[in-house]
């Protein structure tokens, strides 16, 4: 996981980061592989990814943060990248894997209400994605808009947002 990680920083080849970013994914399908990642500041390096301009690239780290946000630990680190990951979802292309990624990811970091507020700028795009989307993406966002509605605190959001 160390050498996943160092080559994840040292390379720039688009390849390569994508199959680091497959391998780590998968190895976060254990708990215990969720905190050495999370130990050797791998969630930080795969966030950082977020920002790259290939669309594989983020995809990837998407998931591979998804895999990692079932650790309540690695939630309170992955949160910094909440609004990011949200920008992402609105960028994207509609119904692309990418988009389908960062909901995902959205969905497992809005199981508690712990960063829901982090969200409310988007509720407007959840739900033009609810309109616009293919039955993938409209199960993925209705997810993250169940888990918000089950928050009393964000009932105003939701029910004020221009749809």
């Known amino acids: 996981l160390q ?5 994840l920083q040292a ?7 994508e199959q680091a970013l497959i391998t780590l994914s998968n190895s976060a399908a254990f708990s215990v592989n969720q905190d050495i990642i999370r130990n050797l500041d791998g969630l930080s390096i795969i966030g ?15 998931n591979a943060l998804n895999n ?12 910094v990248y909440i609004t990011q990951v949200c920008r992402n979802v609105e960028s994207a292309p509609l119904n692309s894997d990418l988009q389908l ?4 990811l959205l969905t497992n970091m809005s199981v508690t209400s712990d960063y829901h ?8 795009c959840f739900f033009r994605l609810l309109s616009e989307g293919t039955a993938r993406t409209q199960i993925q966002v ?11 605190a964000m009932t105003r959001h939701l029910l004020r947002a221009q749809v």
């Open 48 to 62: 950082g990814m977020l920002s790259d301009c290939v669309p594989k690239v983020k995809e990837k780290a998407l």
């Open 142 to 152: 209705l997810k993250v808009l169940v888990n918000l509605s089950a928050n009393p």
């Open 117 to 124: 507020h982090k969200m409310i700028n988007s509720i407007p």
């Open 11 to 17: 390379t720039d080849d688009p390849l390569i980061q």
């Open 101 to 104: 990624a960062g909901l995902r």
């Open 68 to 79: 990692l946000s079932m650790n309540i630990k690695n939630q309170e680190e992955i949160q």
């Open 3 to 7: 050498k996943l990680i160092h080559l």
